[in-house]
């Protein structure tokens, strides 16, 4: 399908005019920034820079908003964010193809999100955290319950825009939070057309979204009107949001870098395991907080391994999101292109070997092949950092203990994968592994009632499942003393 610049039924061009909302209303800004499309590297479309006094209405009108909000009976409001994914999936067409457009990610993937999305705020609104009474006797009651933390800032990293918005959205919302929504500067369109299309369905102030740069990022964590940060990005970013946090003690959930491991036992069969080997590591074009990102193979079928990843590689059509036979996409941003690219210098000026890949093209878009590195030291740049794009060390190992002390070695923690037959072994390596979500012989499985987060550098606190939504809120106890004369 293509985008039409005719409004919809809900009166949203999903072509042009993207704005930020504040107050339930469309807001401009005196100075715009371009979005480009990654996979031609042509202009498509600009969006407002909020400046700071939009972004302080922003916030008032989410404080104005939050005690009706928060006074609203919770299934009243969970049914208003069920209503938010009906909307969504009425125009889930119109949300693939621009997300492709802006993001470069091909069909599958964006219709991946996008029913993703829909599925989250379905599911997620049948969440709740019910008081808990911990003694009811004549003489004294005694209630721990969970109140809304008050207004919430998201802000969105570029590679999966609209999921981990609603992420952040569909729980803020049932807990009885009001938030203000700040996209990634890379990919704003998805996100202020998704606010947009929410509007009518919510009281003005409770959802908004202001678009800019990382400064609008910066004054929204020191923010005295914004009570709790809900934000995915870099590990990097996520400390200076922690500590611009500190200041006026927010409540944080960081989602944030990974360097996920994936551990080839020897008992695997090489042909069978390659492709989803392969999708682990190179899904969404490896832009992809849990790829796979160091592939640990047994030296029994390490050369097996490789060859069948190879082989399986050289099938895989990367291009144009928008052309149907493309299975890989361009990097998103040219910064993130460059930094890419330092990785491939990188390996060749350390004489690494590449099994696939290793030679840029130049453009037009921000394309990279799919590059596999052979056996790299475990020191190398490749293996130590995160590069988020289609470059992937696998490396050889021989004792169990040691892969997994290899494995556990890196200040992140966000996940893991490990393969093989012998379900005993996968599961007791997979039990020592030190991250959020360790995948026996599956990966990149999420679900609305699983909890999602980071070890060590890759986060504080958990997004989904009833944890995450407790995260937007503050704990209360309550306790009576029913003794009449008490008082
Ligand atoms: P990024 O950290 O550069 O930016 C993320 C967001 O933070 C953007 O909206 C950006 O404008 C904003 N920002 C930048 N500087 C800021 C500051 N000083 N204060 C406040 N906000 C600021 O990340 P990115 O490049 O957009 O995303 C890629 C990174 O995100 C990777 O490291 C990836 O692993 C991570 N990620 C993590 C998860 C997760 O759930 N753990 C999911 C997706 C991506």
């Given at each position: 399908?293509?985008?039409?610049?005719?409004?919809?039924?809900?009166?949203?061009?999903?072509?042009?005019?993207y704005?930020?909302t504040i107050?339930?209303k469309?807001a401009?800004?005196?100075?715009?920034?371009?979005?480009?499309n990654?996979?031609?590297?042509?202009?498509?479309?600009?969006?407002?820079?909020?400046?700071?006094?939009?972004l302080?209405?922003?916030?008032?009108a989410?404080?104005?908003?939050?005690?009706?909000?928060a006074?609203?009976?919770?299934?009243?409001?969970?049914a208003?964010?069920?209503a938010?994914?009906?909307?969504l999936a009425?125009h889930?067409?119109e949300?693939?193809?621009?997300?492709?457009?802006?993001?470069?990610?091909?069909?599958a993937g964006?219709?991946?999100?996008?029913?993703?999305?829909v599925?989250?705020?379905?599911?997620?609104a049948?969440?709740?955290?019910?008081?808990e009474?911990?003694?009811?006797?004549a003489?004294?009651?005694?209630?721990?319950?969970?109140?809304?933390?008050?207004?919430v800032?998201?802000?969105?990293?570029w590679?999966?825009?609209?999921?981990?918005?609603?992420?952040?959205?569909?729980?803020?919302?049932?807990?009885?939070?009001?938030?203000?929504?700040?996209?990634?500067?890379f990919?704003?369109?998805?996100?202020l057309?998704?606010?947009?299309?929410m509007q009518?369905?919510?009281?003005?102030?409770?959802?908004?979204?202001?678009?800019g740069?990382?400064?609008?990022?910066?004054w929204?964590?020191?923010?005295?009107?914004?009570?709790?940060?809900?934000?995915?990005?870099?590990?990097?970013t996520?400390?200076?949001?922690?500590?611009?946090a500190?200041?006026?003690?927010k409540r944080?959930?960081?989602e944030?870098?990974g360097?996920?491991?994936?551990?080839?036992?020897?008992?695997?069969?090489?042909?069978?395991v390659?492709?989803?080997?392969f999708?682990?590591?190179?899904?969404n074009?490896a832009?992809?907080?849990?790829?796979a990102?160091?592939v640990?193979?047994?030296e029994?079928?390490?050369?097996?391994?490789?060859?069948?990843?190879?082989?399986y590689a050289?099938?895989?059509?990367?291009g144009?999101g928008?052309?149907?036979e493309?299975?890989?996409?361009?990097?998103?941003?040219?910064?993130?292109?460059?930094?890419?690219?330092?990785f491939?210098?990188?390996c060749?000026?350390?004489?690494?070997?590449?099994?696939?890949?290793?030679?840029?093209g130049?453009?037009?878009?921000?394309?990279?092949?799919v590059t596999?590195?052979?056996?790299?030291?475990?020191?190398?740049?490749?293996?130590?950092?995160e590069?988020?794009?289609?470059?992937l060390?696998?490396?050889k190992?021989?004792?169990?203990?040691?892969?997994?002390?290899?494995a556990?070695?890196?200040?992140?923690?966000?996940?893991?994968?490990?393969?093989?037959r012998d379900?005993?072994a996968v599961?007791?390596?997979?039990r020592?592994?030190?991250?959020?979500?360790?995948?026996?012989?599956?990966v990149?499985?999420?679900?609305?009632?699983?909890?999602?987060?980071?070890?060590?550098?890759?986060?504080?606190?958990?997004?989904?499942?009833v944890?995450?939504l407790?995260?937007?809120?503050?704990?209360q106890?309550?306790?009576?003393?029913?003794?009449?004369?008490?008082?």
């Amino acid at each position: 399908m293509t985008l039409h610049s005719e409004s919809t039924a809900t009166g949203i061009d999903f072509a042009t005019d993207y704005v930020s909302t504040i107050d339930g209303k469309a807001a401009t800004s005196p100075t715009t920034v371009e979005v480009y499309n990654p996979a031609t590297g042509k202009v498509i479309a600009s969006v407002p820079v909020t400046t700071r006094a939009q972004l302080d209405e922003a916030v008032a009108a989410a404080r104005q908003a939050f005690h009706g909000w928060a006074a609203t009976p919770p299934a009243e409001r969970e049914a208003l964010v069920s209503a938010l994914g009906d909307r969504l999936a009425e125009h889930a067409e119109e949300f693939m193809t621009l997300l492709t457009r802006e993001q470069g990610k091909p069909r599958a993937g964006a219709e991946w999100e996008v029913l993703g999305s829909v599925a989250w705020f379905h599911e997620i609104a049948k969440q709740s955290l019910p008081e808990e009474t911990l003694l009811d006797t004549a003489e004294r009651r005694v209630v721990t319950r969970c109140t809304p933390v008050g207004v919430v800032g998201a802000i969105v990293p570029w590679n999966f825009p609209i999921l981990l918005a609603v992420w952040k959205i569909a729980p803020a919302l049932v807990a009885g939070c009001t938030i203000v929504v700040k996209p990634s500067p890379f990919t704003p369109l998805c996100d202020l057309k998704l606010v947009e299309l929410m509007q009518d369905l919510l009281p003005p102030g409770v959802l908004s979204a202001v678009s800019g740069d990382d400064d609008l990022g910066r004054w929204m964590t020191t923010h005295p009107g914004i009570d709790k940060i809900a934000f995915t990005g870099s590990s990097e970013t996520g400390k200076h949001v922690m500590a611009s946090a500190a200041g006026t003690l927010k409540r944080l959930t960081l989602e944030l870098g990974g360097n996920d491991p994936a551990i080839v036992l020897p008992d695997v069969d090489p042909e069978k395991v390659a492709p989803a080997l392969f999708w682990a590591a190179f899904q969404n074009n490896a832009q992809f907080c849990n790829a796979a990102k160091r592939v640990y193979v047994h030296e029994d079928v390490y050369d097996a391994v490789r060859d069948a990843l190879v082989d399986y590689a050289r099938t895989v059509k990367v291009g144009d999101g928008a052309e149907p036979e493309t299975q890989l996409g361009p990097i998103q941003n040219e910064p993130q292109f460059r930094k890419v690219r330092e990785f491939f210098d990188d390996c060749r000026k350390h004489g690494h070997v590449f099994a696939l890949g290793g030679e840029i093209g130049d453009g037009p878009g921000w394309f990279v092949p799919v590059t596999l590195v052979d056996n790299p030291p475990e020191d190398s740049r490749l293996v130590v950092e995160e590069p988020f794009g289609p470059i992937l060390p696998l490396l050889k190992w021989s004792d169990e203990d040691d892969v997994i002390r290899r494995a556990n070695d890196t200040p992140y923690g966000l996940g893991a994968s490990v393969w093989g037959r012998d379900l005993d072994a996968v599961e007791r390596i997979g039990r020592r592994i030190d991250a959020g979500t360790v995948w026996l012989n599956e990966v990149h499985q999420y679900a609305p009632d699983q909890v999602f987060g980071g070890h060590k550098e890759s986060g504080i606190g958990a997004e989904n499942s009833v944890h995450g939504l407790a995260e937007y809120t503050n704990w209360q106890t309550i306790t009576l003393n029913k003794a009449p004369d008490a008082v």
